[in-house]
C-alpha cells in the first residue's frame, strides 16, 4: 500500500526569544516578527528570559535592559556564560541611551544594541544580519 501526503513540510524557522517588560512592546515586537516568519517566544522577565532560553535553543535572543527582576546585562553575562547558550546572539533593545550603558552591554554580552524606540524593521534587519542573512 501507498500512502500520500498532501501536507508540505514547512521550512524551518529561526527562533528569537524576546524579552521585554513592556506588555505592548512585547506584543507588537513578537506580532511582527512571526509575520516575518520567525517563532517568537516572547517573555517579560529576566528570569523567564534565562529559563526559555536553557529549554527552546533559540538562534537569537532581543533583550531589553531594564527588566523587573534580572537586569538585561546580567542576563547577557549569564546567557554567555552557559555552554548551551553562549553561541546566541544577542540584541540589545532598549531606552537606555548613555554611551557607557551601550559599552556595559557589550561588555556584558551583547552582539548588537539598539535603542528605542526602534522601527521593527530595524530590528529585523539586525536579527537577519545576526543570522548572516544579510
Known amino acids: ?21 513592556d ?3 512585547r506584543a507588537g515586537y513578537a506580532a511582527y516578527l512571526d509575520g516575518c516568519g520567525f ?3 516572547a517573555v517579560g522577565s529576566g528570569e ?3 529559563t526559555v ?4 535553543t533559540p538562534d537569537v535572543v532581543v533583550l531589553d535592559l531594564a527588566l523587573p527582576d534580572t537586569d538585561g546585562w546580567e ?3 549569564r546567557l554567555k556564560a552557559s555552554p548551551k547558550t553562549a553561541a546566541v546572539p544577542i540584541i540589545a533593545l532598549t531606552g537606555a541611551t548613555l ?5 556595559s552591554a557589550m561588555r556584558a554580552g551583547c552582539d548588537r544594541y539598539l535603542t ?6 530595524e530590528l529585523l534587519k539586525a536579527i537577519r544580519q545576526c543570522l548572516g542573512e544579510e
Do not use: G, N
Not at 1 to 21: E, G, K, L, N, W
Not at 99 to 103: G, N
Not at 116 to 121: E, G, L, N, S, V
Open 116 to 121: 528605542k524606540p526602534c522601527a521593527p524593521t
Open 75 to 77: 542576563v547577557a553575562r
Open 48 to 50: 523567564q528570559a534565562l
Open 39 to 41: 517563532e517568537v517566544y
Open 23 to 25: 506588555a505592548a512592546s
Open 1 to 21: 500500500m501507498i500512502v500520500t501526503s498532501d501536507v508540505t513540510p514547512q521550512p524551518a524557522r529561526f527562533r528569537v526569544v524576546f524579552v521585554d517588560d
Open 53 to 56: 532560553a536553557a529549554s527552546w
Open 99 to 103: 554611551p557607557h550603558e551601550r559599552v
